[in-house]
């Protein structure tokens, strides 16, 4: 049979009722975390945004810098000058 004492280690062992999570705070834990994810996503998303736009500018950059060069070497050669490359 179980005594006052045996009683007491099982109550100090298992969860109260108060220390158990309810169905309400595992919904309210799972919107919180639908939001963070969608905050995510949102951040992910304009960073992408971001990162195609330097993306389309560095090639855009690139190929002016081609074209400068080639005007460079086009002048240096109509005024006698070897062109580097």
Same mark, same amino acid.
């Given at each position: $049979?179980l005594?006052?004492? *045996?009683?007491q280690?099982?109550?100090?062992?298992? @969860?109260?009722? &108060?220390?158990?999570?309810?169905? +309400?705070?595992?919904?309210? $834990?799972?919107?919180?975390? *639908?939001?963070?994810l969608?905050?995510?996503?949102? @951040?992910?998303? &304009?960073?992408?945004?971001k990162a +195609?736009?330097?993306?389309?500018?560095t090639?855009?950059?690139g190929?002016?810098?081609?074209?400068?060069?080639r005007?460079i070497?086009?002048?240096?050669?109509?005024a006698?000058?070897?062109?580097?490359?």
């Amino acid at each position: $049979m179980l005594d006052d004492k *045996d009683i007491q280690k099982l109550l100090d062992v298992f @969860a109260t009722r &108060a220390e158990v999570a309810t169905k +309400d705070d595992l919904h309210a $834990m799972r919107s919180e975390l *639908d939001q963070k994810l969608d905050d995510l996503l949102t @951040a992910i998303d &304009a960073y992408a945004v971001k990162a +195609d736009a330097y993306m389309q500018e560095t090639v855009m950059l690139g190929n002016q810098l081609n074209r400068h060069e080639r005007w460079i070497d086009e002048l240096a050669t109509k005024a006698g000058h070897k062109p580097n490359s």
